[in-house]
DNA sequence: CCCTTTCTCAACCCAACGGTTGACAAAGAG
DNA sequence: CTCTTTGTCAACCGTTGGGTTGAGAAAGGG
């Protein structure tokens, strides 16, 4: 369980190279070979190289061999961690924030909104 | 448009690292203090606040004033950004690879996975 | 066999990152 | 005004990351 962090980590970082996220954009459309997916851009093929490796070893992209060539299959199944994480939080927010709202209106200006600030912080760090 | 291409590049890298992913976690459940959310971390509180920053600039988080303290708050929408884009590439990927499996169900053995992957290679270039 | 195509590995460069320490700003408390 | 608390800014340091070039592996074509 404890690996999965790590994973999340170079899932992350992969995706945090704009040309990297525009290679996954690419491969959503379908497989393709390095030089196909090195045409667009302006740097040299090892470049692209090292960032497929990246890729692989996030685990958001796999590949296998066609003669000399190296198609480049995107595995979307990973996605599904980061959305876990993120939606996991993000609901987690959004329930607090409601919650949050309540007691607002519950308190329909009996009390500042400084001590309701207070009263949130203390109930996170106890939670 | 273009600008939302850097903000993407920020959040992810912002979440690339796992320090920031529990700080995002421990205050999905209420805001904090730089000193409260320090305190579970073996650093120094220089480098706490060096890490909210990276969230603060990639509008994962903002800050307030309360006396000597700076309350941190989660601001959960930008998670809304990063979901769109996943889920984008996801359903596309995915999409993609229902139209495979119809296309060899249709061929039923006509021709051989390698035609296949010919074509789905081509048409990702055309596309 | 040699030549071309496709791609990777290795070494290097420089900028960015995460950490440190030291100084200090901001805001009460005495 | 002085002292303490809370946090930031600045400078520095070692590591990582994206880029380069050069060499060469892997697989077919002549």
Redesign the interface.
């Known amino acids: 369980m404890v690996e999965y962090?790590?994973r999340?980590?170079r899932v992350?970082?992969a995706?945090?190279?704009?040309t990297r996220?525009d290679m996954?954009?690419?491969?959503?459309?379908?497989?393709?070979?390095v030089s196909?997916l090195a045409a667009p851009y302006d740097v040299s093929l090892q470049a692209v190289s090292k960032h497929l490796k990246v890729l692989e070893e996030a685990g958001l992209v796999s590949r296998s061999r066609?003669a000399q060539r190296r198609?480049v299959h995107?595995d979307?199944e990973v996605?599904?961690l980061?959305?876990k994480?993120?939606?996991?939080?993000?609901q987690?927010?959004?329930e607090?924030?409601q919650r949050l709202d309540a007691v607002l209106a519950r308190l329909q200006g009996k009390a500042s909104p400084?001590d309701e600030?207070?009263r949130?912080?203390e109930?996170?760090?106890a939670?």
């Open positions: 962090d790590d999340l980590s992350f970082s995706l945090a190279d704009p996220r996954v954009a690419r491969l959503a459309a379908g497989d393709a070979t196909e066609d198609p995107l979307a996605f599904d980061m959305t994480w993120i939606e996991r939080y993000r987690q927010a959004e607090r924030y400084a600030q207070q949130q912080r109930q996170g760090a939670g």
